[in-house]
C-alpha cells in the first residue's frame, strides 16, 4: 500500500494556477472591508418574489416528478422555445449550458485544436483564458475601443496574414471596459468571420443590464450569421447561484456539440429550468429586470461621482451605460502593485488592471470597480478608502 497521489494527467498537471483576477490569496477582506472586486448581482435587485412563485408553482405541479428524472441534454424543449423566442432564432440553435463558464467551455472545445490561433479582446475578461487552458493555444490580443474590439486593426492584420480560428469578445457592456460594439462594428466583424473562415465566440451575459435611455444592439449580424457561437447566462439577471445559461450557435453544430455535452456533464438540472421557464413566462420579469437596472444605474452615478470628487483631474473614467463596472485610471507614476496592497490596508479592495492584459503587463494605472453589490453608502466610502491611500502614496495628503 502507497500513500502517494495518484498520477495527474498532462492536462491536470500543466494547468496554471490562478494569477492576479480571480487568485483569492491577493485579496485581504477583513472584517468592515468593501469588495469593489465583485461581479455579483445585488441581491436586493433580484426578481425574489418571481423566483418563490415559480419554485412554488413547479413543485405543486403534477410535472414535477419527472423533472426527477434525467432529462434531454440540450435543455428542455419548453425552455428552449422560450430562450429562442427571446434571441430571435428557431429553437434548435439553443442549447441550455450550467453556466456561462460552461457555454464557454463547450464553445471552445467546440472549436478549437491545440497549437490554434485565437484573438481575444484586450483588455479581456481573464477567466476566459482559463478556459484556453483547456486546449493549449496561442492568443492574438487586439484592443477594445470606445465601440467594442478595434474591427480597424483587427482587418489591417488579417491582410497582413493573421490566421485565426476563432475570436473571442464581450459585445455588450464589455467586461472591464463597459463598452459596447456598436452595429456597424458588429456587422463588419461578421463579414470579416465570413470572408477569413473563423468562428466568434460572443459572451454577451450583461446585455439586458442596460441603463435609462440606453439602446443596445439587437446582434442580428451575430444572430443569422452561421460563424457566431453566442454564449449568455441568466447569472446577471437571475444570479449566479442558479447556474444556468445558454449557447445560440448554428443548427448543424447542434448535434455534435450535445454529443461533446453527453460526455461532460450530460444535462442541467430539469428542475431549474422548468422554474426558469416559468420566471419567463411571468409577466412581472422584464419590469423586474428594468427596475434593477436603474438601480444599477444609480450606483454607477454614485461611484463615478465620488471618484471625480476624491481624485478630480488625477482620475479617467468613462459613465457606465450599463453592465456592473466602471473603469477608471488613476494618472501618474504610482507603484500601483503598492497602491493596491495600501488600499486593502484601508479597508477596500477591488480588480487591478493588470490582471486583464490579454498578453503582457498592459493597463498599468487602470482598475475595474464593481458597482453592483455594494450599497451606495458604501461606494463612497470605498472611494474615499481608495483616494486616502493614493493621497498618501502620490505625496498628495
Do not use: C
Amino acid at each position: 500500500m502507497t500513500d502517494s497521489a495518484p498520477t495527474p494527467s498532462a492536462l491536470l498537471a500543466g494547468l496554471p494556477a490562478r494569477q492576479g483576477f480571480g487568485d483569492a490569496t491577493l485579496i485581504r477582506l477583513a472584517p468592515g472591508s468593501i469588495d469593489l472586486g465583485g461581479g455579483n448581482p445585488a441581491t436586493e435587485l433580484l426578481p425574489l418574489d418571481i423566483y418563490r412563485d415559480a419554485f412554488r408553482a413547479v413543485t405543486e405541479s403534477a410535472s414535477f416528478g419527472p423533472l426527477l428524472k434525467y432529462t434531454p441534454a440540450p435543455g428542455l424543449p419548453q425552455l428552449r422555445a422560450a430562450i429562442a423566442a427571446r434571441e430571435g432564432v428557431s429553437a434548435d440553435r439553443i442549447l441550455v449550458t450550467n453556466g456561462g463558464a460552461h457555454g464557454l467551455a463547450l464553445a471552445v472545445l467546440s472549436t478549437l485544436d491545440p497549437g490554434d490561433l485565437i484573438v481575444v479582446d484586450d483588455p479581456v475578461y481573464p477567466l476566459f483564458l482559463r478556459v484556453l487552458d483547456l486546449i493549449g493555444v496561442e492568443v492574438a490580443p487586439v484592443a477594445v475601443g470606445p465601440d467594442g474590439i478595434d474591427v480597424d486593426e483587427l482587418e489591417r492584420r488579417l491582410r497582413a496574414g493573421l490566421r485565426p480560428k476563432a475570436l473571442f469578445t464581450v459585445p455588450t457592456f464589455q467586461n472591464p471596459s463597459g463598452v459596447t460594439l456598436s452595429a456597424e462594428k458588429e456587422a463588419a466583424l461578421v463579414g470579416l468571420a465570413e470572408t477569413y473562415g473563423f468562428t466568434i465566440i460572443a459572451d454577451d451575459p450583461y446585455r439586458a443590464i442596460a441603463f435609462p435611455g440606453v439602446t443596445v444592439p439587437d446582434r442580428r449580424a451575430f444572430r443569422e450569421s452561421d460563424r457566431v457561437i453566442a454564449v449568455n447566462t441568466f447569472s446577471k439577471t437571475l444570479g449566479p447561484g442558479l447556474r444556468l445559461g445558454w449557447i445560440v450557435a448554428a443548427a448543424a453544430l447542434s448535434e455534435p456539440v450535445t454529443r461533446l455535452r453527453n460526455r461532460l456533464d450530460g444535462q442541467t438540472s430539469g428542475i431549474l429550468q422548468a422554474v426558469v421557464e416559468r420566471m419567463l413566462g411571468d409577466e412581472r420579469l422584464d419590469a423586474s429586470i428594468t427596475a434593477a437596472s436603474t438601480g444599477y444605474a444609480r450606483k454607477a452615478q454614485v461611484l463615478i461621482a465620488a471618484l471625480r470628487t476624491e481624485f478630480g483631474d488625477a482620475v479617467e473614467v468613462a459613465e457606465p451605460q450599463g453592465g456592473f463596472f466602471a473603469w477608471a485610471r488613476v494618472r501618474g507614476d504610482l507603484d500601483f502593485a503598492q497602491l493596491f496592497e495600501a488600499a486593502q490596508d484601508r479597508g477596500v479592495t477591488y480588480q487591478r488592471g493588470e490582471w486583464f492584459a490579454a498578453a503582457g503587463e498592459g493597463f498599468r494605472g487602470f482598475a475595474r470597480l464593481s458597482f453592483s453589490e455594494v450599497s451606495e453608502q458604501d461606494l463612497s466610502e470605498g472611494v474615499s478608502r481608495l483616494a486616502r491611500a493614493w493621497r498618501e502614496l502620490a505625496g498628495r495628503g
